[in-house]
């Protein structure tokens, strides 16, 4: 099965780098530059996994509940 | 008193941890991340570094360590464990502590001495010291700003378990002496049950007058005294 697991700082948690970023763009001629917010996404392959047992390894490795939220998307 | 350094793949303040314990009488151990048990031991102590090459998060990858299960198990046995720096990271990530530590608010990697103000001595780390003593002790980390929600942070603050909070020479906090956005000023915080103690700033560097300060040895002291009580009681 392959799989997709985007990971993002919460909403409430202040994110330097998406500020960072954001800050470069308007540098960069954008002045409308709003806001950016950085993440990751983690491409996974896996063989013999529920969708379940993804959504654990989602939430119990891959973020930090605490600070971040994922998605997952199965691709196949 | 016997005292156990863990060592992540990545860790490097280890061996300062082992050479301060050692001076202040602790029998010494690494124990490899890899041994399944920390049994036996008075103090774990879980050093600075880089654990896993802080891949994923700063110690995300470590908490899945072998040796975790049975840091686990001995810290909810009542065993002292103080995570320092990358150590703290690695208890939250556990769940050993609440909370999270994440990118400072400059992005930057911040390497020098700071003033901690303790505010609170009712614990096994600092019972040494006074209640407004302000420290000297150098940070350095890019990822040190603690953070946790709202119900957490009011529960800290009511059961008085942020042991130290970063702040200026006559112990004041605010904006101006935070050096990395952490939530409140928070450098330290305990457990419920007050034997866990993580930390951002490196009182194993702060030992040694050659070293710019000695006022870490005050969570050394703290220690050693309450080990000694606990014994001949």
Not at chain 2, 65 to 74: G, L, N, Y
Not at chain 2, 126 to 141: E, R, T, Y
Request: glycine share 10%; aromatic share 6%.
């Amino acid at each position: 099965m392959k799989a997709k697991v985007i990971v993002m700082p919460k909403r409430s948690i202040l994110d330097p780098q998406g500020v960072a970023v954001r800050d470069a763009m308007r540098h960069h001629g954008l002045p409308g530059a709003q806001s950016a917010r950085v993440g990751k996404m983690i491409e996974l392959e896996v063989g013999g996994a529920t969708e379940a047992q993804l959504h654990e390894i989602a939430r119990d490795l891959l973020s930090n509940p605490v600070v971040e939220d994922y998605e997952l998307v199965i691709e196949k | 008193m016997k005292a156990a350094v863990i060592r992540f793949p990545g860790s490097n303040c280890d061996q300062d941890c082992h050479l301060v314990l050692k001076e202040f009488g602790f029998a010494t151990d690494y124990v490899w991340h890899k041994e399944d048990s920390v049994a036996g031991y008075d103090l774990i102590v879980l050093p600075g570094g880089f654990s896993y090459g802080d891949y994923l998060r700063c110690g995300a990858i470590a908490r899945f360590s072998p040796v975790m299960k049975s840091v686990i198990e001995q810290a909810k046995r009542g065993v002292l464990v103080m995570g320092i720096c990358n150590g703290f990271q690695i208890l939250c990530e556990s769940g050993l502590l609440p909370g999270a530590l994440i990118r400072n608010r400059d992005l930057h990697f911040i390497c020098e001495h700071v003033r901690l103000r303790v505010d609170n001595t009712s614990n096994p780390f600092l019972s040494a010291a006074q209640v407004g003593q302000v420290l000297n002790v150098p940070i350095a980390h890019g990822e040190g700003s603690y953070t946790a929600d709202a119900a957490t942070l009011a529960s800290l603050n009511a059961e008085g378990r942020v042991l130290v909070r970063y702040c200026d020479i006559n112990g004041k906090t605010g904006d101006a002496t935070n050096p990395n956005g952490a939530l409140e000023n928070i450098a330290g915080i305990c457990n419920a049950t007050r034997n866990v103690f993580g930390l951002m700033p490196h009182p194993e560097r702060a030992c040694d007058a050659h070293l710019g300060s000695t006022d870490g040895r005050v969570f050394f002291q703290s220690i050693l005294a309450t080990l000694g009580k606990a014994q001949a009681a």
